[in-house]
């Protein structure tokens, strides 16, 4: 079955770099795009931005410069990296898979990863 | 503040049917198709409905979605307590090239 598993909580402190890895298993790696989503404390769904099967990344206004996606094909993994971090950085990163095949043609998110919390404290 | 509004909550007693609206500009609801997740307390979302109202597998047809013009609308028929949750509409921006979701909706079991 498909599966997305994300890295342990991270806990950082201001103007440090987190890495966050989604392994995926259960399809093909290389057939799907990964969008990256930001839920803040008690806040909603915030799009981060994706990356294509080939590497391609696209962010979400208000995420370019500082974060980073990435993929390691041999590995089935993706990974979001946050550089400079700041107290408004902490929130749960998920990552999810984005499906058109699922959704009769258009875009969607159909499989999600269980969260990553990154916390940004001194 | 989300460019797609949804009221914050919604309630209902078991077995009734509940309604939340997600609504936004022209741009971001009239072209485009709307999903919806849900996403049950400390946990991940779940994709709920695509395409306005097509449900996945798996997804009971006590949910079901509307659009008209620039407002969609998801339903919960029979209300159960393990609908307790948070609900999100979702679309892509075309003008912001981006994916935007509503606020969210809670909704609460009486």
């Known amino acids: 079955q498909v599966q997305l598993v994300q890295s342990e909580s991270e806990l950082k402190k201001p103007g440090a770099s987190v890495r966050v890895s989604c392994k995926a298993s259960?399809?093909?790696?290389?057939?799907?795009?990964i969008n990256w989503v930001r839920q803040a404390p008690g806040q909603g769904l915030e799009w981060v931005g994706w990356i294509n099967a080939n590497g391609h990344p696209t962010y979400a206004q208000g995420f370019t410069g500082r974060f980073v996606f990435s993929l390691d094909t041999s590995l089935y993994t993706a990974y979001l990296q946050i550089n400079s971090l700041k107290a408004e950085d902490t929130a749960i990163y998920f990552c999810a898979r984005d499906s058109p095949q699922s959704c009769g043609g258009t875009s969607c998110f159909d499989y999600w990863g269980q969260g990553t919390l990154v916390t940004v404290s001194s | 503040q989300s460019v797609l509004t949804q009221p914050p909550s919604a309630s209902g007693t078991p077995g009734q049917r509940v309604t939340i609206s997600c609504s936004g500009s022209s741009s971001k609801i009239a072209s485009y198709n709307v999903k919806w997740y849900q996403q049950l307390p400390g946990t991940a979302p779940k994709l709920l409905m695509y395409?306005?109202?097509q449900r996945p597998s798996g997804v009971p047809d006590r949910f079901s979605g509307s659009k008209s013009g620039t407002s969609a609308s998801l339903a919960i028929s029979g209300l159960q307590s393990e609908d307790e949750a948070d609900y999100y509409c979702a679309a892509w921006d075309a003008g912001l090239n981006d994916w935007v979701f509503g606020g969210g909706t809670k909704v609460t079991v009486l």
């Open positions: 259960g399809y093909t790696f290389t057939h799907y795009a």
């Open positions: 395409s306005n109202d």
